[in-house]
């Protein structure tokens, strides 16, 4: 089963314009991870937040986490036609801790228009 | 590019047939996980493997199977293939010892079931 689940499924933006993408899990959590999916081929890994952190930044993202609502979103900022992809979350429960086993949500498919 | 390979790239199968799909971890990392992938889907953890032995195990029957070797990479077996095996293989490595936990992914096998 899914721990988590991205909003919207779908995205459709023009470039240069900013992309929001939201994640909701279930259990408690040590981190929570946001992945990038390229045309159904490995994942890449993109930024890492901590349960004892509030916001993270790396380049153009920029990730938030709320414990107390379980939710996470990620932004990408002034969007380029190569962001296009399918964007992850992935936490690991802590009831989990020990195999470490990601658990991903089922994505958000992020298209940019040129 | 991760550094984690995976092989075949694609792989089509009747039903009932057995299917070996192999991965190599990037190098220093000790463990590997597999995921399966189905179209549009997120994810789904199957089992991981650290230092040779299986270390915790999905919702997956036991016609999943595994191996590490000592070089760290492995080998996922699926015994009497069903439809509903075709999915995306991912393969994952990372270094368990270490308190993050990125997880570095394999392009992927696409498996098909006939």
């Known amino acids: 089963s899914q721990q988590g689940e991205e909003d919207p499924q779908a995205l459709s933006i023009q470039e240069g314009e900013n992309a929001t993408m939201n994640c909701s899990y279930k259990?408690?959590?040590?981190?929570l991870q946001w992945y990038r999916q390229n045309s159904g081929r490995g994942l890449v890994h993109l930024i890492l937040?901590?349960?004892?952190?509030r916001e993270k930044h790396s380049g153009r993202l920029r990730v938030t986490l709320d414990t107390s609502k379980k939710s996470s979103s990620l932004l990408i900022t002034a969007s380029r036609a190569a962001d296009t992809a399918s964007y992850f979350c992935?936490?690991?429960?802590?009831?989990?801790?020990?195999?470490?086993?990601?658990?991903f949500g089922s994505g958000t498919r992020l298209q940019v228009q040129p | 590019e991760t550094g984690v390979t995976q092989s075949p790239t694609h792989l089509i199968k009747t039903r009932g047939q057995q299917v070996t799909l192999r991965c190599s971890s990037q190098?220093?990392?000790?463990?590997v996980s597999w995921y399966q992938q189905a179209l549009g889907q997120g994810p789904q953890f199957i089992f991981q493997?650290?230092?040779?032995?299986?270390?915790g195990r999905g919702n997956f029957p036991p016609r999943f199977s595994g191996l590490q070797f000592p070089n760290y990479s492995s080998e996922l077996n699926v015994n009497a293939l069903e439809l509903d095996d075709s999915a995306l293989y991912l393969c994952?490595?990372?270094?368990?010892?270490?308190?993050?936990?990125?997880?570095?992914f394999g392009p992927g096998t696409r498996l098909t079931v006939l």
């Open positions: 994952a490595s990372s270094f368990r010892d270490r308190a993050g936990n990125e997880q570095f």
């Open positions: 259990t408690s959590i040590n981190n």
């Open positions: 937040i901590r349960s004892n952190e």
């Open positions: 992935a936490t690991i429960p802590v009831m989990d801790m020990g195999r470490r086993a990601l658990t």
């Open positions: 190098s220093g990392h000790n463990t």
């Open positions: 493997y650290y230092r040779e032995e299986e270390n």
